[in-house]
Structures are given as structure tokens and as C-alpha cells.
């Protein structure tokens, strides 16, 4: 800036501190962190294509509240807010696509056939499509597994930034 060099040594986060903030934060879908976040992993995949700018996009549940509220399924029903189960989906397949178990969504996600022959399309989330493909059901240790990635990708984000304290650390 203005022919400075910029640094943020005096910003660095601690990696510990960062990762338990992530593990224990409540990540529901009206915090814009949480759309920040989920955005920033969707563009981690090099297959993402950017989207339009006309594109409105929604956090979705993976795994849908209702569906805890009717099976309770989940043994741990912070599991339903944390990174783990919040992915970005285009506004029009998420107001067809909210309430349903994993498989049924899959259908929203990869596009179909209306009975009167209209092609609903399927969604641009890379992501998304590959969790269609390989999963037949979105549980809790996927949930879980998927948490962990996401917090690991940020944590080894911040470090190709050298945005993480370095430690000095003493072995004797």
C-alpha cells in the first residue's frame, strides 16, 4: 500500500486457538461467517467454475434439520450446525431440495425431468455433485469427517499464507 510492504505479524492467528473457535462455534445459516466460509471451501475445489453474479445462493443443511427433528438420528445435535453440514446451493434447488432426507435431495442436486418434460437443472456446486455420486446417504460421520476437512483446509490455508504464529518449541 502506497509503496509499503504490508505485514501481518502483529495479526497472526494461534493454531490451536483457531481450531478449537471453529470445532466449538455454532455456525448457523444467518451468520455471514458461515456463508463466507462455506463459499471460501466451495472455491477450494479446482473443478468449481465461478458462478454468475445473478446466481443467489442459500446455506443448505446436508443433513436437513427436520429430518433430526423426526428420526433424531444425529447423537450429537450440535452436528447440524457445525461446517460440516452447511454447503452452498442455488437458491432454486434449495427451496425444492430443504426439508428432504439425502437421498431424496440428491434428485434436487443432480437435476431431472419434471412428469411434463420441464428439465429442472442441477446444481454448480462441484462439491455438491460429487457427495450425490458417491454417497447414498449424508450421516453423521460423514458430517464429522467432512468438519475436519474443512477446518484442516483452513488451518493449512492460513499457513501457505504464513498467517499461523510460528512456536517455538524446546525439546530437551
Keep these: 500500500v502506497q509503496g509499503n510492504d504490508i505485514s501481518f505479524t502483529e495479526f497472526l492467528f494461534d493454531e490451536e486457538y483457531i481450531k478449537k473457535s471453529i470445532s466449538n462455534y455454532q455456525f448457523n445459516n444467518n451468520r455471514a461467517i458461515t456463508k463466507s466460509i462455506i463459499t471460501w471451501w466451495a472455491y477450494q475445489d479446482d ?32 452436528n447440524l450446525e457445525c461446517l460440516g453440514n452447511k454447503v452452498l446451493l442455488e437458491k432454486r434447488i434449495n427451496i425444492r431440495a430443504s426439508d428432504y432426507r439425502f437421498e431424496d435431495k440428491k434428485k434436487y442436486y443432480n437435476g431431472y425431468k419434471t412428469d411434463r418434460g420441464q428439465v429442472k ?3 454448480k456446486i462441484k462439491e455438491l455433485l460429487r457427495l450425490s455420486e458417491t454417497h447414498s446417504d449424508f450421516v453423521e460421520a460423514d458430517i464429522i469427517a467432512r468438519n475436519t476437512s474443512i477446518i484442516e483446509g483452513f488451518i493449512g490455508y492460513l499457513k501457505a499464507n504464513d498467517l499461523i504464529k510460528k512456536t517455538n518449541i524446546t525439546v530437551r
Design 47 to 78: 473443478d468449481q467454475e465461478l458462478l454468475s453474479l445473478d446466481t443467489v445462493l442459500e446455506t443448505e443443511h446436508i443433513f436437513a434439520r427436520n429430518r433430526q427433528d423426526k428420526e433424531k438420528s444425529l447423537t450429537d445435535p450440535g
Design 121 to 123: 437443472d442441477a446444481t
